[in-house]
């Protein structure tokens, strides 16, 4: 096998990384959404779904990390 070729495995995982990844973006994104919207609709001091914005963003971060390395993992290396 090439040094720079991907072996089965890698590809396979890639592409499971990149499924995960793909199905944390839509559940993060979705979230983030709705909470902003549900704090643009609300009126007051501060915004009660802070906390829980923050957690959203941080798991369509994750989508998109996840994505990347799977991305990466199914490419193999490029010298």
């Known amino acids: 096998m090439e040094p720079d070729k991907p072996g089965p495995a890698n590809v396979l995982g890639g592409v499971f990384l990149i499924g995960c990844g793909l199905c944390l973006l839509l559940v ?34 994750a989508g998109i990390f996840a994505v990347v390395h799977g991305i990466r993992m199914a490419r193999g290396r490029r010298g």
């Open 28 to 61: 993060g994104g979705g979230c983030t959404t709705l909470l902003v919207l549900l704090m643009m609709q609300s009126s007051g001091g501060a915004p009660a779904g802070a906390p829980m914005l923050i957690l959203s963003l941080a798991i369509a971060g």
